[in-house]
Every structure is written in C-alpha cells, then in structure tokens.
C-alpha cells in the first residue's frame, strides 16, 4: 500500500513509531496471533481436562477395533468382525459411489437444461425455467425427503412390486435388475475393448497427422465408434456368449437375487442430481451466453456448419467460462452428499456417526470428516484446475 | 412532385397487413414452436407430457385434496382404514390446517405465542421500509432493525425478564426458528465475510494466513460436519460445566459456515476494483479503513449483490439442516409430524413436503426477484 | 470478526448459556435451583412430551424424583431430550446432571465414556417386532432369515443385532437410521420387515404405529438390557443422591409406602419404615447424604413408589400394558432389589 509515502506537514514533531505502518501491521499481527495461540491454548487445555474429567481415551488406536455393526451397502467386503478403519472406508467408498454417479447424471441434465433454456422453442425454454427457478429456490434436504418419502416409500411393498421390462422390479425396497453373471471366456470381451482403445488412439493420432499435412478428413468418430462396439462384440461372439441374467425372485420377505439398487442410494442419488442439475444449467446457459455473437457468425462466414461452429467455436470457448463455477458445483454436490444420514444411506458421515455413538471418540470422528472432505476438496480443485489451465485460452 | 407519365401512379399505395403467417398468434406460433422439424417434435412431446401430468398433478393438489378433517381417517381409503373411496390419492391439506400453528412456532409455549408474532411484526414492519428505495430514513430504519430489533427480539423470544415467563430454546420449532437462524445468521455472515475477505487481501502475512485457513477449512467440509463439530464437540471445548445452549450452538455453526462463503464473495467484489481506485483514495490521504469504507467497499458490494444474495439464500436453505442435530426447523418439525399416528396415511408426506417447499420457494424466490430489481436500480451502467 | 464475537458472548452472558459447574454437582444443583435431566426425545412410557407439553414417563419420573430429594420440589427438573448421539456428551460436559433415557449399563460405557450408573430402573431385552398381518406364519425371530431389519444406528441395540444373526447364521438386511422417529416412519411404511429394539421400546412404539394391532412382538430376547439413569464419574455425593432415590422408590413399594398413604406411614411403628420416611428421632440418615431426612416423603408425594410409577406409565394404567415380569420386587419373583435405608 501506498499510504506511507503520504508526508503530514505536522508530522515532523508529533509523529510516533506508531504512525508507520509497518510496524502498525506488525503489532496488528502480533496481537492477532497472541489471542490466536491464546485461544488455541484455552481449547486445547480444555478439552484435555474434559477429557481426563471424563476419563475418555483419545488417539486414533480405537480405529482397529471390531466394529460389531453391519452396514447395509458396501462395496468392498465387510462385516460385522470388520474394523472401524474398514467401516470408515466403507462410508467413504460410497459417499465416491453417491458423489461420482450424481456428478454425471447431474451434468447431463444440467447441460439438456442450460440448452432448453436457450432454445427457439417457447414451451422447451418455459419448461426449463420452470424447473430452474424450482429446484434452485428449495433446500435439497426437501429433495432428498421428496424422493425418499414422497416417492420410493409409497412404492408397493415387495410381494406387489411393479415389474419393468427386461425382468426388473420396482418397490419400496428399491430396484432391483437382473444381474450379469459372466461366464468363462468373459475375459475376451475386456482384451477386445482394450485392443479398441488402442486403435483409436492411434486413428485419432493418424488422423490429425493427415489432417495438417494434407487437409484431408477422416471420419474419426464413426471409425472409433465401430471399433469400440464392434471388437468387444465379436469378442463376445468367439467366446461362445458367455453371459447368463440372473433375475430377482421373490422370497419370504424381500426380492432375493439380481442387482438391488437400494432405495436410499436411489433417492439421494435422484435427489443431488436433480438438485444440483438446475443450478448446472444456469452456469451453462450463462456460459453459452458468454460467448459473444461474432464469433459463430465468424465461423458461419468461414463455411463452418452450424454443428462444426459448436463443437470448434463455442463450446472450448464456453468451457473456459463453465469450468471454475461448475467445479464448485461439483463439490457441492459432493458435500450434499453427507444429507445421507438424513435417510440412512451409509455415507462417511452416517458411518462415522455410529462409530461416534459407539466409542464416544468424538474430536477423533470429526477430524476424520474433515481431513476427508477437505482432501477431496483439494484433489478435485487440483484436478479442475488443471483442466482449466488445459482448456484455458493460449494467447500468442 | 407532379409528372404527367400516366403510368406511373399519383397517390401511395396503402400499407398492406403483413402476410397471415408473418404475423399475430401464427407467427408467433411458428416462430417459438413449430421452427423446424426438431422443434415440432419437441413440441408435441411436451405437450404430451404436459397433458399427461399437469391435469393429474393439479386434480391431486386441488379437485381430489382433502381440505378438512381431524384425523389420518379423512385422508386415507377405507383399505387404509379412512373414509375415502379405494383408489382415491389427493393431498391432505387438512394435515397442514390441523398443524400449521405447530409448524410456525414448534412447540412454543402457547400462551407465549403472542410474543412471537410481536417480534414477526416488528421484523415486517421495519424490513419493508427498508427494502423500499424510496421510503426515509434510512440510516435509522437499519439501526432498528439490526441493533435495536435483535436485541428486543432476543427478550421477547427467550423471556425471563421483566415478568415474562422463559421459553426454552428445545421448545422453539417450525418456520420461527428458521426465519430465527437465517436472520441472525445473515446478519452476521456479512460482516464477518467482509472482515474475511479483507483478511484475505491483506499485506499482513498473519493475518491473510488466518483468513486462508479459516475460509478453506470451512468451505472445504460439509455443513453437516459443522454441526456436528458444534453440537458434540464445542462442549468439550468449553471449560468444565459452561454450557452452551443448543441452539446457539446451531447459531454459531451456520454463521460461521455461511460466513466464509460470504468472504469469497466479497473478494470477487474487491478483485473486481480497478487499482486506480485504491490508489485515489491513498492519494486523498485516506487512512485504510476510510479508504476501505468509503471508496472500496460500497463499490465492491454493488458488484456482488448478485453473490451476495445467493449466498443468503443458501443460508436460509442451508438452516434446514438444524434437522440432523435434532433442532426442529420447518422442514424438520413437517418431517416429525409425519410420524404422528394421528395423520400418518400415504399422502400425508407429499403434502408437508409440498407446503415445506411452498414455504421456502417463495421465501428464496423473493429475495432473488428483489436482488435482480437492486441489481438493475443500483446500476451506474459503468460496467459493460 | 471481534465485532462478531462480543456480539455472541454478549448474547451468551444475557441468558442463553446456562451455568458455571464445578466438581459438586450438587452444590451447582442447588445455586441454579433445579436439575437438568437427560432424557429420550420422545419415548411413550419412558420419557414423552403430552399434548400440554409436560414430560412423562418412567424415566422421566426418576429425574423428578430427584428434584423432590434435593428440594422437597418435584417441578425443579428441566429436561433435555436428547438423541443417542447427543445423551454422552451432554452428560460428559456438564450440560446435563443426570442422563436418565433408557440407556443400557455396560461396562464400556462406565469405563471409557466415564460414567457411573445409578441403578436399573428397568431390566429390558433387545426383542423384534413384526407386522403379523403381512407376514403371517412368522412367529419366531429365527425365520427372519432374509428379512430387512430396521434398527437405530449407534445404539447397543444395532450391536446385538449383528451379533444375533451371525450366531444363528442368518442372513439380513440391516436399514439404519439416526432418529427414533425416523425408524417408527420406515418401519411403518413398510421399508422394513422387522423392527428391532429393547421390548420396552417395541411395546412403546407398536402404539404410535398406523394400526397397532397388526403387529406383533416376537417371543425371543436376544440380549440383557439393564437400563438406568447415569451421571459422571468422579462425584460420589452425587451418584450417591440419585442411586438412593431410585432405591427409596423401590423400598417404598416394598413396604407399601404409596403416594396415598405416605401421611399416615409416618406415624407408623415399623422401625424399617421409620427409618426410610425419616421418622426416627435423631436420624441423620438423609443429612448424611446432603439431603433434608423427610427426603424419601418428598420422593414418594411426588412421584409415588417405584411400582405406582410403573403402572402409571408403561404398567396397566398406561396404553403400553407391559406387565411387571423381570421388574416385579424380588419378594414377588422379580428382579428389582433395593439396597436398605439404615
């Protein structure tokens, strides 16, 4: 700052060391982090008393204990006899399953929004608002009770399921699909795809090459297309089709078998993406926007077709525009997801709410939390950051 | 100008009415439409859906509903055990009639209740004035309504004092409390989010640490998180035996939280100030804080009241989570009530969360329609 | 930020944080003038707001108990519902003098959470409860292989459940959730098969169900309950006060000493009577514990002896209908023990 350059014509006799600045901000700072370290100290201080008042254990050791709870959706293996890490792991694994899936539903709709709003079609642009101006002014705790109480629990019960096409049941237990058992020869279908991948990138490779040494095209998209389809299946077919369903059956109490989607990951999963898709399509349809009208209409000019204008003109440059709001977004959705508890879906908070409750290891569970969420925070703004600078205008 | 050529006419032509298709209702039809084939499509398609639900959606609201009654009987099929035809399915409004008092004042001592409404009434009669532009007195209106207001308000609610009978902050429920905690929440985020993000702009190393850190940490975890850190662990921050009342736990955590969501607003407004400014304002012999509050701020809050709203609306969205830590706001005390033998039928859900959602729409909705007005009133057109 | 901060202490110093406590818990009762009682959220029988507001209940009548001990004012109790998450820390900081909401003794919580119970004012176990109606032929917990059990998360209850299945070798489906209220709506909406918890509480929560009577409690108990009022390690004069209020509760009942005739047992000659109204001359058994001697009186006008307040409110005075069973006196086959009064 500037202001010390300023000379009082009364300074000369009366001016202390106080007036400086430097050392104004010096004693600012030291008076901040004295009352900083003071308050630390009486926190800490207090707690350790609380803490041996209370005769509480403290440490992170409870951490290999037996859990002794079950938790009704995992994804790797656990049980009862498992660990409190294991479980934590668990409740974290899904909070990525809830938080990854929403993330692409949500862009999806987001984006099919942010267009509709954009649209020349006056009933798709009302709909659309219509559904923004919706879900952005309501609390997503009431989206999440929306679809788990209002939908999915006036669902039939098990024994009266709506059955789907293709074998699959919907009631109030969740939906349940036939699952995919794969048989031997299976694992010629994977090398396929891997070979698949392969060869595109190497098309996708020549191609450009082609392109700026020759100006030729090449259709890159059908040919990666037909590849990544097509070597996979045939694949399939020389292994003899080895794919059995198995289907839900009924039983005593509930649908045995097949693939369950349980119904609190469905309503939190609907619920976050259909949240967090009306606050997506603002930042696209502002994004679209963003892009000021010279630029199609120098892309018509230089013989672009309305698609080529979109895809090489306006959506790099809109990017650059949606990315750090969408990011934000992103993380949002992530943080919505600890609402789980709300409906019992075992996310990393539920999970670490019951360790909580059971060992009383309080200050320990929420530090958990927030190193978690924070970690994945900064992995995610690294990542997006990343992709920004990648995406980011190259002036030369 | 008079010619003689015959063939060339003498008077204008009148003006003709443009073609039937380029005009009135067909034209607009067909421009918004029916466009292209794509759009035609699309048409049919929503008005299919349109069709489809609409007329069933709103015969559930409003034909079908159950509008009185005292009990779940009202509401349910005579297979559920009501009086309602098998098949029927309609809101049961007359769930929201039977509790709506429960659902402005929770569990409220009734004989208090008086005193709720008092503070409501002071909070519209001196919030209106102050949304109104042209309406005087400003300075004072705003003196009132955040100095003088919270701290009547805070006697009147809380009682014990001056004959009044104390209510407990356990009792307090429904939209009072969430109007309650936005409100302070709101009023205290602003100032703490600008002290934050000047921290944040800072010179002083310690200082802009500080504000770092505690903007990161916060804005990094979910709220629900905060909660709970406030409601099981601040007592044990706490010397032995000095207690905290729950719901100024709940009130501490929310304003923290919305506090530093606040403060990456205000430093969007503050990056936003061209240089010449602050260096005009060092030039004039300004000291920091009349330069910050004379020259930055008022320009950097105008750029971000967009920001700044939405964040007060994510605040009052965000107070609905005092559910989890077991405080009963709106939504919390309509999701209770769903339990109650007395009205628990298959509707009764939909209903509350419709109201719930009715509520909280309009309320989040007018403040984004009055911060688009501001917006549009306070623009001096320098930006582009 | 400062501006901020003294704004919320200043708020805090006018009213909304509550005391100052020391090691005397009791010395701290009797500054602020009542007891602040923990109790469960809403719990019919146990601990429930009526419709006026005023808490009843078993667990509730403990904690009024105690405010009649310490100052003859059975009215000078606050109560503070808490949930399973919030009961321990509530307790372990000072916020609440005495837990008294269905929690069950083990020795965990007495070591490491630094608690010490009081007593049993309710011997339960963990039973399960099912909607016969639509499972019919179910009557044993040992055909509910497979079935979706809904269970409150964190209690000790989720724990037994676990560990019941597996030594039957059993498969189930566990749907768990934070709040009482939030398992009574899913099991009542039929997201679960089974409703799982101790049998007092099956009882309780069968009453708020849509149609009570279609669901029945299923015969096994799978685990001991022993549930009793708590408070913090370290204060003897304290845990003294309230363990002897809930025995004077159940000598009262042994002796026959009611609500009703409290006035006239003063006069009686019975010297184990004499000594537990404090009717003796020169007795100083109720000093000794730092309480006033006509204690037990105030105990019993209050809230009446430990089997008037268990008709009352989960006995067959009350819509729970729970019959004494492990609670009765030991005299009459039961489990409820007190220690004597001399």
Redesign the interface.
């Known amino acids: ?3 010390q ?2 000379v009082r014509h009364d300074a000369g006799s009366r001016s202390s060391f106080l007036n400086d600045p430097k050392i104004r ?1 010096l004693i ?3 008076v ?2 004295v009352l ?1 370290v003071a308050f630390v100290y009486w ?1 800490v201080g ?2 350790i ?3 041996r ?5 403290s440490g992170f050791g409870f951490l290999n204990n037996r859990a ?5 959706q995992s994804m790797i293996e656990y ?3 498992s660990r409190y890490s294991r479980a934590l792991v668990v409740g974290l694994l899904n909070t990525l399953l809830v938080a990854v899936t929403g993330i692409v539903t949500a862009s999806i709709m987001g984006f099919l929004i942010g267009v509709g709003r954009l ?6 642009r009302k ?1 659309c608002m219509v559904y923004v ?2 879900f ?7 989206v999440i ?2 679809w788990y ?2 939908v999915i ?2 669902l039939p ?1 098990p024994r009266d399921s709506v059955q789907l096409p293709l074998s699959s049941f919907l009631n ?2 969740g939906f349940f699909l036939p699952k995919a058992v794969w048989g031997e020869g299976a694992w010629l279908i994977l090398v396929g795809l891997v070979v698949a991948i392969a060869m595109v990138w190497f098309v996708v490779h020549r191609a450009r090459k082609r392109q700026e040494a020759t100006g030729q095209q090449f259709p890159v998209l059908w040919t990666s297309a037909g590849l990544i389809v097509g070597l996979p299946l045939l694949a399939f077919a020389l292994a003899g089709f080895p794919l059995t369903f198995e289907i839900p059956t009924k ?4 649908l ?1 078998g097949g693939f369950q989607i349980k ?1 609190e990951f469905l309503a939190l999963y609907l619920a976050l993406s259909f949240y967090t898709a009306a606050f997506i399509a603002e930042i696209v349809r502002a994004g679209i926007l963003g892009v000021s009208k010279g630029q199609s209409e120098a892309s018509f000019a230089l013989g672009l077709r309305s698609r080529q204008a979109l895809r090489l003109v306006i959506v790099p440059q809109a990017m650059r525009i949606v990315i750090p709001p969408l990011t934000s977004q992103y993380l949002n959705l992530t ?2 997801s ?2 789980a ?4 879906f ?1 996310d990393l ?2 999970v670490g ?2 360790i ?5 290891q ?2 320990e569970i ?1 530090a958990i ?2 190193v978690i ?2 970690g994945i ?2 992995l995610t703004s690294l990542f997006m950051n990343w992709f920004n600078a990648k995406m980011a205008l190259v002036e030369r | 100008m008079e010619h003689d050529v015959s063939y060339v006419r003498t008077e204008m032509v009148n003006a003709q009415a443009a073609p039937a298709s380029e005009r009135g209702v067909v034209k607009w039809l067909r421009e918004n439409l029916v466009a292209t084939p794509m759009d035609a499509i699309l048409t049919i398609i929503s008005i299919a859906l349109l069709v489809y639900f609409l007329p069933s959606a709103l015969r559930w609201l409003f034909i079908d509903a159950q509008w009185s009654g005292s009990d779940r009987s009202f509401c349910a099929t005579v297979a559920q055990g009501g009086a309602q035809p098998d098949g029927w399915s309609g809101a049961c409004w007359a769930f929201v009639k039977a509790k709506y008092e429960q659902f402005l004042f929770g569990r409220y001592t009734i004989s208090e209740r008086w005193r709720v409404v008092l503070v409501g009434a002071m909070f519209v009669a001196l919030f209106v004035p102050l949304l109104i532009p042209r309406a005087p007195y400003k300075l004072a209106n705003a003196f009132l309504l955040f100095v003088v207001l919270p701290i009547v308000s805070f006697f009147l609610l809380v009682g014990g004092y001056f004959g009044l009978p104390r209510v407990e902050t356990q009792l307090w429920g429904g939209l009072m409390v969430t109007l309650v905690l936005s409100f302070v929440a709101i009023a205290v985020s602003l100032p703490l989010g600008i002290l934050l993000a000047l921290g944040r702009r800072s010179d002083m190393p310690v200082i802009k640490m500080f504000s770092v850190i505690f903007i990161e940490t916060v804005r990094g975890v979910p709220l629900v998180t905060v909660l709970f850190m406030a409601s099981v662990m601040l007592p044990l921050f706490l010397p032995a035996g000095v207690t905290f009342d729950k719901f100024l736990r709940a009130l501490i955590g929310v304003a923290l939280f919305a506090a530093a969501y606040m403060a990456e607003v205000v430093r969007g407004g503050l990056q936003a100030i061209p240089k010449g400014q602050y260096e005009g304002a060092d030039s004039l012999g300004l000291s920091y804080w009349q330069k910050t509050g004379l020259i930055v701020l008022p320009q950097a809050l105008k750029l971000v009241i967009p920001g700044i709203v939405n964040t007060f609306i994510g605040i009052f969205k965000d107070t609905s989570l005092v559910y989890i830590i077991g405080m009963f706001d709106l939504l919390g005390i309509i999701r209770q009530n769903f339990a109650d033998a007395t009205w628990a039928t298959a509707q009764t859900p939909m209903t509350g969360l419709i109201f719930a959602g009715f509520v909280f729409w309009v309320f989040c909705f007018g403040m984004s329609r009055y911060s688009i007005y501001m917006e549009r009133r306070l623009d001096t057109g320098y930006r582009r | 930020m400062n501006k901020t901060v003294k704004v919320v202490l200043g708020v805090a110093a006018l009213g909304f944080a509550a005391s100052t406590a020391s090691a005397a818990t009791l010395d701290d009762v009797k500054a602020k003038g009542f007891v602040q009682c923990g109790v469960n959220t809403a719990l019919a029988g146990f601990s429930a707001p009526d419709d006026k507001g005023d808490w009843k209940g078993l667990d509730v009548d403990l904690c009024r108990a105690v405010a009649a001990a310490v100052f003859g004012d059975a009215t000078k109790v606050k109560f503070t519902p808490t949930n399973a998450k919030e009961r321990f820390t509530a307790l372990q900081s000072g916020e609440i003098d005495l837990l008294s909401r269905n929690t069950t003794w083990t020795l965990s919580r007495d070591t490491s959470l630094g608690f010490n119970f009081a007593g049993v004012n309710y011997y339960d176990g963990q039973g399960f409860m099912i909607n016969a109606k639509k499972l019919p032929g179910v009557n044993s917990a040992l055909q509910l292989s497979g079935a979706s059990v809904c269970v409150q998360s964190g209690t000790t209850t989720e724990l037994n459940l676990a560990d019941y299945f597996k030594a039957n070798n059993l498969e189930y489906n566990p749907v768990v959730f934070e709040k009482l209220e939030e398992v009574n709506a899913a099991y009542d909406a039929g997201r679960c098969d089974a409703y799982t918890t101790d049998q007092s509480g099956l009882y309780s929560i069968r009453l708020t169900l849509a149609a009570p009577d279609d669901h029945i409690v299923l015969p096994e108990i799978i685990s001991k309950e022993p549930l009793g009022p708590a408070v913090r390690q370290g204060d003897d004069q304290w845990f003294d006060i309230v363990k002897w209020s809930l025995y004077a509760m159940v000598l009262a009942e042994e002796y026959g000493i009611t609500q009703a005739n409290v006035d006239e047992m003063k006069n009686s000659p019975n010297p184990d009577i004499k000594r537990i109204l404090g009717t003796e001359a020169d007795s100083k058994l109720g000093t000794d514990l730092g309480l006033s001697n006509d204690w037990v009186v105030n105990i019993i006008k209050a809230v009446g002896n430990y089997g008037e307040s268990f008709e009352r409110n989960v006995g067959q005075g009350s819509p729970l209908k729970i019959a004494r069973g492990l609670n009765a006196l030991w005299t009459k086959g039961g489990l409820q023990y007190a220690m004597p009064i001399r």
């Open positions: 700052m500037a202001s350059d300023i901000g600012y700072q030291t901040l982090f900083l926190i207090n707690t008393e609380n803490l008042r209370a005769n509480i254990a002794g709870f079950d938790i009704s049980s009862s006899d649209a020349n079609n006056w009933l798709i709909i101006e919706i952005r002014n309501i609390p997503p705790l009431l009770f929306f109480f209002g629990s006036v019960a109030n237990r039983s005593t109490f509930n045995v119904p943080k919505n600890s609402l508890i709300a409906i019992g075992p908070v539920a709410g019951t909580l409750n059971q060992t009383g309080s200050i929420v939390w927030m969420y924070l925070s900064l």
